[in-house]
């Protein structure tokens, strides 16, 4: 695999409501274009946080100004939005699913609590475009059931084979309880291409909970198997594992034994190519302070190591080390990481556009790589 070209979508802009950009994603269209989403805010954790959305029509070379399609009032109430993910259901017709973040019943609160492990109050919200997302209707919520707690959204809606769709979400405690958190992903499938939602099946939990499954992401393959990278987390230990893979053929009934995949620590949204292969991204905080990628031959294949290329590595004089000592630090000091997240897409031409952000403490930009597999 080889690194073909680079640059910035969003450079962010130290001082202002502009100057943090994170959660990039990007979605290539029917038409050749490329729309990319990312949240844009004054850290990495304020209140004033919104998506923004650009668009490319030269393969990711050049990006549009920034468009703010989406409002960030719900209900009636303040809140910001954490990430917003595009889906292509047909043609021009788009989906989008945002992670709203409550800002007004804990008014100048940290989305986590650091000494509950819990989570202000969330809503995942959805709004459709009917012209490649040139406009878009107003949210709607997507109501979840009361033991999911507040939704965290970690990847865009999935098209099943069959033609169903497939949320994902991972489970969170309230913001006060002090209770153990016993935390799964879930998905809620809908018939209807979006307008409903049925009920959660949990696809991915330790039940002991001393396991965390964070940040899974997800593709469908070719074939129609459903595949997932999951950020593991050991909080007895309060160690980041490596990255484990699940596949399932019945669209997230019943999945295979979690693989380790021998390399750490948070997986992109894998890129799904028409052959088979798939290309990951992923962040080695840790390790190699980095951002890499690898290809596999297809979704149940090892990532080959000769394949494997450097996105992105952190500069020595920027590191950080972990020194915290109980999971509602460590999440709480997820605020403070200066690179990471990365999304993998398949461009019309087979390459390959990951996109990530990276920076420092006051300023963070949207950078993509494209890649040619």
Not at 132 to 145: D, E, F, L, N, Y
Not at 153 to 180: C, F, M, W
């Amino acid at each position: 695999m080889q690194i073909v070209d680079r640059g910035i979508i969003n450079t962010g802009e130290r001082g202002t409501s502009r100057a943090v950009g994170t959660f990039p994603t990007t979605t290539a269209l029917p038409d050749g274009s490329i729309l990319a989403t990312y949240r844009i805010g004054t850290t990495k954790d304020s209140a004033d946080a919104t998506v923004e959305l650009r668009r490319s029509t030269d393969g990711g070379r050049s990006w549009n100004s920034p468009e703010h399609p989406f409002s960030t009032d719900f209900g009636g109430m303040k809140g910001s939005l954490r990430c917003g993910y595009v889906t292509v259901l047909r043609g021009e017709h788009l989906i989008a699913v945002g992670m709203w973040v409550d800002r007004t019943t804990y008014p100048n609160k940290p989305i986590f609590n650091e000494e509950t492990e819990g989570c202000l109050p969330i809503k995942l919200l959805i709004s459709e475009s009917q012209d490649s997302g040139r406009s878009w209707c107003p949210w709607r919520h997507v109501p979840t059931a009361q033991d999911i707690g507040p939704p965290s959204l970690t990847n865009p809606i999935l098209v099943l084979s069959g033609g169903r769709l497939a949320l994902s979400i991972e489970t969170n405690k309230q913001y006060h309880d002090v209770s153990p958190w016993l935390q799964r992903v879930v998905y809620m499938y809908s018939e209807d291409g979006g307008r409903s939602w049925g009920k959660p099946v949990t696809v991915c939990q330790d039940p002991s909970g001393r396991i965390f499954n964070w940040d899974q992401r997800a593709g469908v393959s070719v074939d129609g198997r459903l595949v997932t990278f999951t950020w593991t987390y050991d909080s007895k230990t309060t160690r980041y594992l490596n990255i484990h893979r699940r596949i399932s053929a019945t669209e997230g009934k019943i999945w295979t034994t979690a693989q380790d995949l021998g390399f750490a620590d948070q997986a992109s949204v894998p890129a799904m190519l028409l052959d088979g292969r798939v290309v990951l991204a992923w962040v080695d905080r840790f390790g190699s302070r980095s951002i890499r990628a690898r290809v596999a031959p297809t979704i149940d294949a090892p990532f080959e190591p000769e394949t494997e290329v450097e996105l992105y590595r952190l500069d020595a004089g920027a590191v950080r080390v972990p020194g915290k000592q109980d999971t509602g630090e460590l999440l709480a000091e997820m605020g403070a990481w200066n690179y990471g997240l990365p999304h993998a897409e398949v461009l019309p031409d087979g390459d390959v556009l990951v996109v990530y952000y990276a920076g420092e403490d006051d300023r963070m930009d949207v950078c993509w790589v494209r890649l040619t597999p």
